[in-house]
C-alpha cells in the first residue's frame, strides 16, 4: 500500500464562461440573438465544437496547478474563500466532473458527501429512503440494513420512520440525511460544509461523530468549510487554496490563522462610515479588537485575554447613556453583552459633548475557539435605543490554549477553578 | 408493514436487533483490495467500463424500484393507469382504424390486433421517453455523486416492465375473450421484449446524453414517439406491404417487435423471420453507438446540465 491516500498532481480544471460585453437589453438584440444563436450553434456543431463552450469564448481556471498529498487516516482541512476551487477539488476527487489538467490517485473507495440528502425522494418514507439514499452514496444493502438501527438512532426521526419525507421538517430532513452519510464507511471521505446543517446541537453532535470516525477508526478524511473551528479541532493538516490555486500547506491551525489573518482584514478595526448625523445623541466612530500588547488583530488564543476597544462622540449632553458590545458567535447566538455602565460611576451621570474612547477586556479562557462578530448597540437606560451596529468586527478565537475536550458542551468554556479534597 | 417495503426483500424492523455478520466489515466484492482510482483528463472516445456497472448493480436496482415506487404516487388511479394508457388506445383506434376505415387485421379481431402491438409498444415508447429525460431529472444528482451515469438510462427503460407487466395481463384477459391461444412461438416472447428494450435503451441513450446540453430534446422527444408509432405497424399490418419493402422495414426495429408479439401470441401468419434478424441488427447498433455517445459526453454532465 502505498504511502499516501490521495496524491493530487497539477490538477487543473476550466470552465468556460460567457464574454462579458454582449449584455442582451434592447428588444431587438434579443430578437436578433433568438435568431442567430441557433445558427451559430449548428454552425459550430459541424465544425464538431459540440462542447457546453458553443457560446462561451472565455476560459476561466477554477484549478490550477494544484499538488498535495494526503497520508492514510490523515485529516485535512481545505479552506479558502467562495470561489476559491474548494468545492470543484471535491468534485474531482469524487469523480463527479473531470479535470482538464494534471491528475489525481486515490487509494480506497472513495465516498463523498458533497451534499448531505442527494437523491432524496419526497414521496418514499424515511425508511425508503435510507436505503435509496444508502444505495446512491456507494453503500451495500447488507451494510445498510445491518447499521439501520444505528442510522435512525442518530437521526432521532424514528417516530416518523415510515412516514413519507415531504412531510418532514427541513430539520428532520437533514438530520436524516446526515445520519445516512454519517454511517458511509469508505476508506477515504470527502465532506462538503455538511456541518452547515441543523441546529447548533446536531451540528455538535456531526463534528463530534466525524471526529470520532477520524480518530478511533483511521479514516482519511478531507474537510471543506467555512468553519475555521471545526478545521482546527478536527485537521492535522490543512490546504489553503486561493484563486484556484494552492496558497499554503501545513498544520491546520497554522494555516487556518494566516488565512483568518489575511482573509478578514476588513474586519480588524471598524469605521463608523455615516458622517455625524444630526437628532443623535451618541455615534460610534470606530470599534477593534486588540490583543494584550494593543494591537489590532483578527485572532486572538482561547487562553489569551483580549480588548474590544471603541470610539464615540457624544453629540449632545445625554443622562443615563449606555454603551453595549455584544459577542455573537456564527450561528448568531449572543453570547454575551457587556455594557459600560456595569462600571457603577457611569450610572445615572450626564455624558458631555466629546470624543470618546472605552475599551473593555473579555478574560480569557471564556470563549470557545471559533468566529465570533461584535455588534455594537448605543441606548438611553428605560427609554431607547438609539444605534445599532450589526456585525461591525470579527475575530476568531484559535486553538492556542484550549486544552478541554473538543466536544465540550456549552455556548462557553470558562476554565473554573475545582477545588476537591476527601470529606470527612 | 410488507406492503412498504421495498420489492424483494425485507427491512429491518425497529425493534429487530440486526445480526452482525460473523466476518465483519470486510465482505462483499468491493471491500476485498482497497481499488486504486486514477483521476485522468479523457480525450475522445472513452471505454464503456461495464465492469462499473456491474459493481453498482444494486443501485440500478434501487433506481428501478424508486422509479416504479413514485411513478403513481399522488394520483387517484394509481397503476390503473399502466392499463389504461394502451388500452384506451386500443378503444380509439378499434373505433377509427378498425370501424370506420376498415383497416385489414390478418384475420384476428381488430381490438386484439392493435392491442397486442400497443403493449410492447408502451413498453417502447415510455422507456424511450423515461430515459430520455432521466439525465435532466436527476440533474442534483448528477452534480452531487459520482455513480455510473449509464444507470440511469438504464433503470428508467428497467421500470416500465413492471407497466409492461400489467398489461399484458389485461392482453392476456382479451386473448380468453376472444378464445385466441397462444402459439408455441410464445417462447419467443422475452426475446422480443429484450429487443424493444435494447431499442429504447439505444436511442434513450443517444437523446439522454444530448438532452443534458440540448433542452430542445425534451420538446422533441414527444414528437418522436408520435412518428415512431405510425412508422410502426401498431394499428396496421406490415403484411400490406410486400417483399423486399417488408423486410427493409424492419429497419425499424419496433416492426420487428410489433410483428413479432402478434406472431408469437396470436399466431399471425405473418412470421417475422427476417424482419427480427434486421430489426436486432439495427437495434444492437442503436445499443451500442449510443452507449458510446452517452460515454463520450459523460463527463461533460456534472457541469452542463
Known amino acids: 500500500m502505498s504511502a499516501s491516500a490521495i496524491r493530487v498532481d497539477s490538477l487543473g480544471k476550466r470552465y468556460f464562461i460567457g464574454s462579458a460585453n454582449a449584455p442582451s437589453d434592447s428588444v431587438r438584440d434579443v430578437i436578433v440573438n433568438t435568431v442567430a444563436k441557433p445558427v451559430r450553434r449548428a454552425v459550430q456543431l459541424l465544425r464538431g465544437r459540440a462542447t457546453a463552450a458553443a457560446d462561451l469564448t472565455e476560459a476561466f481556471w477554477a484549478l490550477r496547478d494544484v499538488s498535495f498529498d494526503v497520508g492514510h487516516g490523515e485529516v485535512v482541512g481545505i479552506v479558502g474563500r467562495n470561489g476559491a476551487g474548494k468545492s470543484t477539488l471535491l468534485k474531482i476527487l469524487s469523480r463527479i466532473t473531470e479535470p482538464d489538467e494534471g491528475g489525481a490517485d486515490i487509494h480506497g473507495r472513495v465516498g463523498s458527501l458533497l451534499e448531505v440528502g442527494t437523491g432524496f425522494h419526497p414521496e418514499l418514507t424515511g425508511r425508503e429512503n435510507i436505503f435509496l439514499n444508502g444505495a446512491i452514496m456507494g453503500m451495500r444493502r447488507a451494510e445498510i440494513e445491518r447499521k439501520f438501527g444505528e442510522i435512525v438512532e442518530f437521526s432521532e426521526v424514528a417516530r416518523f420512520i415510515d412516514t413519507p419525507v415531504k412531510h418532514y421538517s427541513s430539520g428532520m430532513y437533514l438530520r436524516l440525511a446526515f445520519a445516512v452519510a454519517a454511517h458511509l464507511e469508505p476508506e477515504i471521505m470527502l465532506v462538503d460544509e455538511v456541518l452547515a446543517v441543523g441546529d447548533a446541537q446536531f451540528q455538535r453532535k456531526c463534528l463530534g461523530k466525524m471526529g470520532s470516525v477520524a480518530r478511533e477508526q483511521g479514516r482519511t478524511i478531507l474537510f471543506v468549510s467555512h468553519n475555521m473551528a471545526a478545521v482546527t479541532q478536527l485537521c492535522q493538516r490543512a490546504v489553503w487554496l486561493a484563486d484556484g490555486c494552492v496558497k499554503r500547506i501545513g498544520p491546520a491551525t497554522q494555516v487556518v490563522s494566516e488565512y483568518l489573518q489575511a482573509g478578514t482584514t476588513g474586519h480588524a478595526t471598524w469605521m463608523n462610515p455615516a458622517p455625524p448625523a444630526a437628532g443623535l445623541e451618541v455615534q460610534f466612530t470606530s470599534a477593534q479588537v486588540l490583543d494584550t500588547a494593543g494591537r489590532p488583530t483578527l485572532l486572538t488564543d482561547f487562553d489569551r485575554p483580549f480588548k474590544i476597544d471603541v470610539n464615540y462622540k457624544v453629540l449632545m449632553p445625554t443622562r443615563d447613556l449606555a454603551l453595549c458590545c455584544q459577542v455573537l458567535d456564527t450561528q448568531g447566538n449572543l453570547v454575551f453583552e457587556t455594557i459600560d455602565t456595569d462600571r457603577p460611576e457611569l450610572r445615572g451621570q450626564v455624558r458631555e459633548v466629546g470624543t470618546y474612547r472605552a475599551q473593555v477586556e473579555v478574560a480569557a479562557p471564556l470563549l470557545k475557539p471559533g468566529r465570533y462578530n461584535v455588534t455594537l448597540v448605543s441606548f438611553i437606560e428605560h427609554i431607547k435605543i438609539i444605534q445599532r451596529h450589526e456585525g461591525v468586527l470579527t475575530f476568531d478565537v484559535s486553538e492556542v490554549g484550549y486544552k478541554l475536550n473538543p466536544g465540550r458542551m456549552g455556548i462557553v468554556a470558562p476554565v473554573l477553578n475545582w477545588e476537591y479534597g476527601r470529606a470527612n | ?305
Open chain 2, 1 to 305: 408493514m410488507s406492503a412498504r417495503m421495498p420489492l424483494g426483500y425485507r427491512l429491518p424492523a425497529m425493534h429487530e436487533t440486526i445480526s452482525k455478520p460473523s466476518v465483519g466489515l470486510t465482505t462483499g466484492p468491493m471491500r476485498s483490495e482497497p481499488p486504486i482510482v486514477r483521476i485522468r483528463p479523457s480525450h475522445g472516445w472513452a471505454a464503456l467500463h461495464l465492469r462499473d456497472l456491474w459493481e453498482y448493480r444494486e443501485l440500478l436496482y434501487f433506481f428501478v424500484w424508486r422509479d416504479v415506487k413514485v411513478r403513481y404516487k399522488q394520483t387517484v388511479l394509481g397503476a390503473a393507469w399502466a392499463i389504461l394508457q394502451p388500452f384506451l388506445t386500443m378503444l380509439v383506434f378499434s373505433l377509427f382504424f378498425g370501424r370506420l376505415a376498415e383497416v385489414p387485421s390478418d384475420g384476428i379481431p381488430y381490438p386484439l390486433f392493435s392491442y397486442a402491438a400497443l403493449v410492447p409498444w408502451m413498453f417502447f415508447s415510455n422507456g424511450l421517453q423515461q430515459a430520455a429525460s432521466g439525465m435532466v431529472s436527476n440533474a442534483n444528482l448528477l452534480k452531487k455523486i459520482y455513480f455510473p451515469r449509464l444507470t440511469l438510462p438504464i433503470s428508467r427503460v428497467l421500470a416500465g416492465g413492471v407497466d409492461f407487466a400489467l398489461a399484458f395481463v389485461v392482453l392476456l384477459g382479451m386473448m380468453v375473450y376472444y378464445g385466441t391461444w397462444p402459439t408455441i412461438n410464445v417462447i419467443w416472447l422475452p426475446a422480443l421484449l429484450l429487443l424493444a428494450l435494447v431499442t429504447a435503451l439505444g436511442v434513450g441513450l443517444w437523446l439522454a446524453a444530448m438532452s443534458v446540453q440540448f433542452r430542445d430534446v425534451g420538446f422533441t422527444v414527444p414528437f418522436i414517439a408520435q412518428f415512431w408509432m405510425f412508422a410502426t405497424p401498431v394499428a396496421y399490418s406490415s403484411s400490406m406491404l410486400g417483399e423486399p419493402w417488408r423486410t427493409l422495414y424492419g429497419l425499424n426495429p419496433m416492426v420487428g417487435v410489433v410483428e413479432g408479439f402478434r406472431w408469437a401470441l396470436l399466431g399471425a401468419e405473418t412470421a417475422p423471420g427476417p424482419i427480427i434478424a434486421v430489426s436486432s441488427a439495427v437495434a444492437l447498433s442503436l445499443l451500442v453507438s449510443g452507449a458510446y455517445y452517452f460515454k463520450r459526453l459523460e463527463k461533460t454532465f456534472a457541469d452542463v446540465v
